[in-house]
């Protein structure tokens, strides 16, 4: 039913701001910091930054030496114990990273971070309630929408579908244009045959949307799901004209994908594959398209002629 996942993760990507975009990688921290610490080996500051800058380049180790030192020369015993959980967590030493993070959470000022970190343990370690609480307590202290859907993913299947729900619609609230949110409460909200809430969750993406195909196609989906085929055909026909218009405006090979996707929502695979092959000769590495070809046409009539890159 949602085949734009993928595009998901090119959003993610895209929304990096251009500063961390730039930045040109915690080595360089690294290095810079080791300088000045080299001229003031007491400082906490400069030994807390260059142990999280460990951290970031996989070197949890050499930042648990740095976290040592600090505590040594008096520095903060809350926010050591805060780096020093997390470097623990990456070298897999789930319940010393826990107790170092359960340290911290009951200081003067209990970080969110932290206690999303140590929900991740306590799901890993198979604790779902305690888990639930933890990334609650970290969206009380901010939003963020990878923890709204970890904390739905753990609700649902202890049954919780009412507050897993009702989390998603925060989470949606809070989180603007969080697409993977909408997308997840989705799926919620259809699989329990709450085809009105699905419905009224696509035309607010479809009034907000530039390029509506894929919300016109998940709300066919919707309306077969509910049985109004009528409904759902001609949300498939609106799929096609704005897939249609897009293509007149830009034929770049992502919308000639979506289009592709809509033929096959219509029945035309021909139709498809002809989309799918011009999309493979725009950007041969476009996996989706060729996955999408080879179910319509088979392994063996895949090949694109003068493919360029």
């Known amino acids: 039913m949602y085949r734009a996942i993928a595009i998901l993760a090119f959003a993610s990507v895209a929304a990096l701001s251009a500063e961390a975009r730039a930045h040109p990688g915690p080595h360089h921290d690294i290095e810079r ?14 030994l807390m930054d260059r142990a999280r800058a460990y951290r970031y380049d996989g070197q949890a180790a050499r930042a648990l030496d740095d976290l040592d030192r600090a505590e040594r020369v008096g ?10 959980g997390l470097a623990l967590a990456e070298l897999g030493r789930d319940s010393e990273a826990e107790t170092e993070l359960t340290k911290h959470l009951r200081g003067p000022n209990p970080k969110a971070s ?15 309630n305690e888990a639930t609480r933890d990334y609650t307590a970290a969206l009380a202290l901010a939003a963020d929408v990878e ?32 697409v993977a949110i909408r997308l997840e409460l989705l799926r919620l909200e259809t699989t329990q045959g709450h085809f009105e809430s699905a419905t009224q969750l696509i035309d607010e993406a479809i009034a907000q949307a530039d ?28 799929a ?9 405006r830009r034929p770049t090979a992502l919308r000639l994908l979506t289009r592709a996707r809509v033929f096959v929502a219509l029945g035309q695979p021909e139709k498809a594959a002809t989309d799918l092959r ?32």
């Open 240 to 248: 096609l004209a704005e897939a249609d218009r897009a293509v007149a």
């Open 147 to 178: 923890w709204y859907l970890r904390r739905g993913r753990l609700q649902e299947t202890q049954g919780l579908l009412n507050d897993t729900a009702a989390g998603l619609r925060e989470g949606l609230a809070r989180c603007t244009g969080a």
């Open 33 to 46: 910091l080791t300088k000045l610490l080299a001229k003031e080996p007491g400082r906490v500051d400069l």
């Open 211 to 238: 390029v509506k195909t894929e919300w016109y196609l998940r709300r066919a989906d919707v309306q077969a799901a509910a049985g109004n085929s009528v409904q759902a055909a001609c949300d498939r026909k609106a």
């Open 278 to 309: 011009a999309a493979l000769r725009k950007a041969p590495g476009l996996v989706e398209a060729a996955e999408l070809l080879t179910t319509i046409q088979g392994p063996t009539h895949t090949s694109v002629p003068n493919a360029r890159n």
């Open 114 to 128: 932290a206690y999303a970190r140590r929900a991740a343990l306590r799901e890993r370690g198979g604790r779902p």
């Open 75 to 84: 520095g903060d015993v809350s926010m050591i114990a805060l780096e020093r």
